[in-house]
């Protein structure tokens, strides 16, 4: 059973963000990029602890659908094609109260990596 449910999700296409308030009054505004790059599905994560997966070239990523998944999640259909992630309310709330820490975390691993945020290819189409 999930701690924290939402009470509204809105997508924002020009801004590119996600917006949630939660029955606890948070709320967050989250960039279609960073729920893209911290995708829960095994793409992203890996099948276990060091398989994690360091996605690039998503700055100008959207969101194309977001699909209800029971009472637990949602299933968000991004426009470069990935659409295998379930975010659950739980996830979805740890990622917007962990959002400085785990975007500063991204790009430090960007940089280490020799890697950017651009994509050669349109990734709005």
């Known amino acids: 059973m999930a701690e924290h449910r939402p009470t509204e999700i809105r997508l924002h296409q020009k801004a590119a963000e996600l917006e949630l308030r939660f029955e606890d009054g948070a709320h967050f505004r989250l960039p279609c990029e960073y729920l893209r790059v911290h995708s829960p599905s095994a793409e ?6 060091g398989q ?9 990523v959207g969101i194309r659908a ?4 029971g009472n637990y999640a949602v299933k968000l259909v991004f426009t470069d ?3 295998s992630g ?11 109260t962990e959002q400085e820490a785990n975007w500063a975390k991204y790009l430090q691993r960007l940089e280490a ?5 651009e994509d050669d290819s349109d990734a709005r189409r």
């Open 81 to 83: 094609g990935h659409d």
């Open 66 to 69: 977001i699909e209800p998944v």
């Open 113 to 117: 990596a020799g890697a950017s945020r």
């Open 86 to 96: 379930l975010y659950d309310w739980d996830y979805l709330y740890r990622l917007g």
């Open 44 to 49: 992203v994560r890996g099948h276990g602890p």
């Open 52 to 60: 994690e997966v360091l996605v690039t070239g998503k700055r100008e």
